[in-house]
């Protein structure tokens, strides 16, 4: 099984997803139920389920949630603690490796949760796409607007589409318009000195088409005479 946790945060960046992921095939889990509520916080399970059932079909894992406010007795477990709690409570709810349990205890105002991925589970559930559902949990935390049961509804919900699809950097783009730009400059400069080329002979065959044949009658005699023409001071006279 794999682990982890986070704090709260209300500036929360969701993760990019960076990662092209296949769902666990059919079969792979016992299926459960969705969630344990010790706090009485859900009083409608559909709307809770509706995105934690999305996020099953969507990666082939079956999260659970357990929200709480007590870890073994006490109301303010260590990051320890929490994590002993969690990967027991896994071995105790579930009898595979295909199951992803969130446990999100909340107490005096402020939360901790815990994941634990069981270890078919992690070939889906990385941790990157454990950390984008943990960011969805912080980010929607602080939406008043939101009942419980939508609140980690939607954070199930949109960390499954999030982590079933890869995200292209936008400098991607830019590389490759810089990249075309680059190559359009070059087939410019190259065009560009071809066609100057081609000016250059087309003026030189303009020259020699427009040159007397009388001219280079004149031209071949001046070089027979230099050939010919004694050295000044040469003479055996």
């Known amino acids: 099984m794999f682990s982890g946790s986070t704090n709260a945060n209300d500036t929360t960046v969701i993760t990019a997803s960076t990662i092209r992921r296949e769902a666990l095939p059919q079969g792979s889990v016992n299926e459960t139920n969705y969630y344990t509520d010790e ?3 859900i ?4 709307q809770l389920t509706g995105g934690l059932k999305n996020f099953y079909q969507q990666t082939g894992v079956q999260p659970h949630l357990y929200i709480t ?3 073994n007795g006490s109301r303010s477990p260590s990051n320890t603690d929490l994590d002993v709690f969690a990967n027991n409570l896994y071995d105790q709810l579930f009898t595979d490796e295909a199951h992803l349990l969130l446990v999100f205890f909340e107490y005096d105002g402020s939360y901790m949760t815990r994941y634990v991925a069981g270890t078919q589970a992690k070939t889906v559930i ?3 796409a454990a950390d984008i559902l943990l960011d969805y949990i912080d980010r929607y935390y602080y939406d008043d607007s939101l009942t419980d049961e939508v609140y980690f509804s939607m954070a199930f919900n949109d960390a499954a589409e999030r982590i079933m699809k890869v995200e292209r950097s936008p400098w991607i783009a830019v590389f490759v318009i810089i990249g075309i730009a680059a190559l359009l400059l070059i087939l410019f400069v190259w065009w560009r000195n071809m066609k100057k080329q081609k000016n250059l002979e087309a003026q030189q065959r303009e020259e020699m088409l427009n040159t007397p044949l009388e001219k280079y009658g004149d031209l ?3 070089k027979l005479e230099k050939r010919y023409e004694e050295p000044n001071g040469d003479s055996d006279q």
């Open 220 to 222: 071949e005699m001046e």
């Open 39 to 41: 706090l009485g916080w």
């Open 69 to 71: 406010d007590t870890v």
């Open 126 to 128: 990385d941790s990157e």
């Open 43 to 46: 009083n409608n399970p559909t």
